[in-house]
């Protein structure tokens, strides 16, 4: 009995670790999907209902609405700038790489991920030999990229909560206040915050100021 619990516990703790990064990244998701749409709301001085009636669901198109009203509201160049780099950072970094993690086929096998990605693309199946057409493409993946993909996600969600704060500001003031320059890195490619990680290790004083990590 105790040899088949040790089996069953071989097998089954790689998925459940999988499956607890994959979970946790869908949530990350889901709350930046969610500030995302709150910046419509200071933008078009409209409720949540109303920008959940009009606002599309793609996010290229939602991205493309924001950057139209962040020009046609004159938002402070600073300003304006860094949010559109958080969202080009969605774009170009978050949303593809949390698609193939949540999307594609995993297999676990000794303890390695497997990634398939269902579909064919051109590429090359080794670094010096031609590009060829690749039909599932097989690609290895740490368990540790994707805590990093968690918390890039958590960084950008974190700093876009700023930007929705400052927009509000400015929406019932009449005026922006200044971007806190510790922000500032996190519309940068791979940079994150290990204080939004997930699960979090929350540490006994503040990170403050704040303590971003790149590859």
Do not use: Y
């Not at 069953?8 to 869908?26: D, K, Q, W, Y």
């Not at 990634?115 to 590009?131: F, L």
């Not at 990093?148 to 958590?154: N, Q, S, Y």
């Amino acid at each position: 009995m105790r040899e088949l619990a040790r089996q069953i516990i071989e097998v089954t703790e790689p998925h459940r670790e999988l499956a607890e990064r994959i979970g946790f990244l869908s949530m990350e998701s889901a709350g930046l999907d969610v500030v995302i749409d709150k910046l419509f709301e200071p933008l078009l001085n409209c409720t949540r209902a109303e920008v959940a009636s009009i606002v599309p669901e793609n996010f290229d198109a939602r991205s493309a609405m924001l950057k139209r009203l962040l020009t046609i509201n004159e938002i402070d160049d600073a300003w304006q700038n860094w949010i559109v780099a958080l969202l080009n950072r969605v774009a170009t970094e978050l949303a593809p790489n949390r698609n193939r993690v949540i999307h594609d086929a995993w297999q676990v096998e000794n303890g390695r991920f497997r990634r398939t990605q269902r579909r064919a693309i051109v590429g090359k199946a080794q670094a010096r030999e031609p590009k060829s057409l690749l039909v599932d493409p097989e690609t290895e993946v740490p368990l540790e990229s994707i805590d990093k993909l968690i918390t890039c996600t958590g960084t950008v969600s974190e700093a876009l909560k700023v930007a929705v704060a400052a927009l509000r500001q400015w929406r019932s003031e009449g005026q922006l206040p200044p971007i806190d320059p510790q922000w500032l890195p996190a519309s940068k490619p791979n940079v994150r915050c290990p204080m939004f990680q997930r699960p979090p290790e929350w540490p006994e004083k503040p990170l403050i100021p704040l303590r971003f990590e790149t590859d």
